[in-house]
């Protein structure tokens, strides 16, 4: 009996294993972009590689890199990435509820640091409980391929020429791009938000004494400042409100056709 245990946990591991690979062949691509900008805040391979494996998020990471480039103090660059990554606050609550109740606490604190976006997506579609063993060998092939991508991107950083190290250091916003582009086609008030961040964000680096701020306070207080507007003016609608109102909608519909 125990065998087999032993035996499942191993086909379980390596499944995991299976499914990151494609995940960390891509967060490589990422996260040699974000190598290249830190080698430009001043750190060595091996910095990087501890940076990554300890955070293992892009926009936090390069929130993180233009901290340290512009010499930021610890407590604002320990807020600006809890807030940049409070999103895993709430991914760490959906896959709770996927535990068993008897899961010991130190299994679910792993499995909360081992949560990225696309993680996290084949584990809450994964049928049944949450299992420690297939997170562990996706996260390992990712994680590690995530931090190697970043030391490589450091290394390479000192190698080439400046203009190409300069040309590549711009692939990582091409990326946030093309995350911010599709939604923001399809949503109107996401798009204003968006526009009215690169704006605001713009106004706050030139204009008088604001432009004295330290970046990390100003991306701070920037991300807090329009996030709450734009949720208090357009907030989001729960899945039940909605479909309560299409029902409200049709029933009245029906009723004019009476």
């Known amino acids: 009996m125990k065998n087999n245990c032993i035996g499942s946990k191993s086909r379980v591991f390596l499944e995991g294993i299976r499914d990151g690979i494609p995940i960390g062949l891509g967060y490589f691509a990422v996260s040699f972009s974000l190598g290249i900008l830190a080698r430009k805040a001043g750190l060595n391979p091996f910095?990087?590689?501890?940076?990554?494996?300890?955070?293992?998020?892009?926009?936090?990471?390069?929130?993180?890199?233009?901290?340290?480039?512009s010499g930021a103090a610890w407590f604002e660059i320990a807020f600006i990435t809890l807030i940049i990554n409070a999103r895993y606050l709430l991914m760490s609550c959906a896959l709770s509820q996927k535990f068993d109740e008897k899961t010991p606490f130190i299994y679910r604190?792993?499995?909360?640091?081992?949560?990225?976006d696309e993680?996290?997506?084949?584990?809450?579609?994964r049928k049944g409980k949450i299992q420690l063993a297939y997170?562990?060998?996706?996260?390992?092939?990712?994680?590690l391929l995530w931090s190697i991508g970043t030391s490589c991107g450091i290394v390479v950083g000192n190698i080439l020429?400046?203009?190409?190290?300069?040309?590549?250091?711009v692939?990582?916003?091409?990326?946030?791009?093309?995350?911010?582009?599709?939604?923001?086609?399809?949503?109107?008030?996401?798009?204003?938000?968006?526009?009215?961040?690169?704006?605001?964000?713009?106004?706050?680096?030139?204009?008088?004494?604001?432009?004295?701020?330290?970046?990390?306070?100003?991306?701070?207080?920037?991300?807090?400042l329009i996030s709450s507007i734009v949720a208090v003016i357009k907030p989001v609608k729960d899945d039940y409100e909605t479909n309560e109102r299409s029902l409200d909608n049709k029933a009245k519909e029906d009723e004019k056709d009476l």
């Open 47 to 69: 910095q990087g590689f501890i940076a990554s494996l300890l955070n293992m998020a892009s926009a936090g990471e390069k929130a993180l890199f233009d901290c340290i480039e």
């Open 161 to 169: 020429p400046v203009r190409i190290v300069s040309a590549l250091s």
């Open 119 to 125: 993680l996290f997506g084949i584990s809450i579609a």
């Open 171 to 224: 692939a990582l916003y091409g990326m946030f791009i093309a995350i911010i582009i599709p939604p923001a086609k399809k949503n109107v008030v996401l798009l204003i938000t968006v526009i009215l961040s690169f704006l605001v964000s713009y106004a706050a680096s030139v204009l008088p004494y604001i432009k004295n701020i330290s970046i990390g306070t100003r991306t701070i207080i920037l991300t807090v």
């Open 135 to 143: 997170n562990n060998g996706a996260y390992i092939v990712a994680g």
């Open 109 to 116: 604190f792993i499995l909360g640091f081992q949560i990225t």
